[in-house]
């Protein structure tokens, strides 16, 4: 129970500013992708981990949601520039919503385990 506890703090840590002030935004959850509307003027969508998967996938689709054509798209809790590589994913429009490419840097050594989250910023 302790280590559950431990593993849930940690995941907070990094995931909070997805959670708190946010709400369930349709389609709620697709596949392994559950979307949120944060506080912030921002779309949240956290990636389910499936059975045994270490790391986020490549790619990744969001329904639902019409970023700005410039928007840069992150995921919490990652600090790029260590990585030596660019703040934002990149995505395309795909159907009635994004496809986020996961870059192999920053997919390998996701910030925490079993559920990672996209910051994707809207336009109002």
């Not at 990094?14 to 002030?21: E, H, P």
Request: proline share 6%.
């Amino acid at each position: 129970a302790y280590d559950l506890l431990a593993g849930m703090g940690a995941w907070m840590d990094v995931n909070s500013q997805a959670i708190y002030g946010s709400r369930a935004r349709a389609p709620y959850k697709l596949n392994n992708v559950c979307i949120l509307d944060g506080a912030d003027d921002a779309v949240y969508a956290i990636i389910l981990a499936a059975e045994g998967d270490e790391f986020p996938r490549s790619t990744v689709f969001v329904p639902g949601v019409n970023p700005a054509d410039d928007a840069e798209v992150t995921l919490l809790g990652r600090d790029l520039n260590v990585l030596n590589t660019t703040l934002a994913l990149s995505w395309i429009r795909k159907n009635d919503g994004i496809e986020v490419s996961i870059h192999d840097p920053v997919r390998k050594t996701p910030p925490c385990k079993d559920a990672w989250t996209l910051r994707i910023p809207m336009d109002n």
